[in-house]
């Protein structure tokens, strides 16, 4: 494992709701709550409803659940649909720097399939948010990356709480 792989995947699976400050856990609940909001704003979309039809063709044997809907789907598709319908109204623009529930679909579709519970969400939530910030500061001084490719570094790293905290029971 390379170092930078080490270092992510330490903080990833360090982290826990314990950890988090009353502030941060304050934040990671409303932008939360703001992207369920977007994705019940976007369900009906025609965007939405394309990438939520193309999800339900897929099979898995690690099934998540494409949000409002009771039909599962592989945890990157369900994470696909459920992301294309927080994304359509544009309204989750919470912070500087980016939209930070782009990347939450990712973590509620491994959540569900683990069963993780909502301490663990929110962590994970929280990893995926200082994953894309921190590396995101970095290469975005250092080689001017746009910050729409910077929130694809999170999802990755943020289940891997979920996945710890599954093994750790």
Not at 15 to 39: E, F, G, I, S
Not at 93 to 108: F, K, Q, Y
């Amino acid at each position: 494992m390379d170092r930078t792989t080490e270092m992510l995947s330490s903080f990833a699976c360090g982290l826990n709701y314990d950890n988090l400050t009353p502030q941060t856990v304050h934040q990671a609940k409303r932008v939360l709550v703001d992207t369920l909001a977007c994705a019940l704003g976007g369900y009906l979309s025609e965007p939405a409803r394309i990438a939520t039809q193309l999800a339900r063709t897929v099979t898995s044997t690690l099934p998540s659940r494409i949000l409002g809907t009771n039909d599962c789907s592989s945890p990157d598709m369900a994470g696909f649909a459920n992301s294309v319908m927080v994304r359509y109204l544009d309204y989750n623009d919470m912070s500087v720097g980016g939209h930070p529930s782009d990347s939450i679909p990712g973590s509620l579709a491994m959540a569900d399939y683990l069963g993780s519970n909502g301490r663990t969400l929110l962590a994970s939530v929280v990893v995926n948010h200082e994953v894309g910030h921190r590396v995101g500061n970095h290469v975005q001084q250092a080689l001017g990356w746009d910050h729409g490719i910077l929130r694809s570094l999170g999802p990755p790293v943020a289940p891997g709480i979920s996945w710890a905290w599954t093994k750790s029971k």
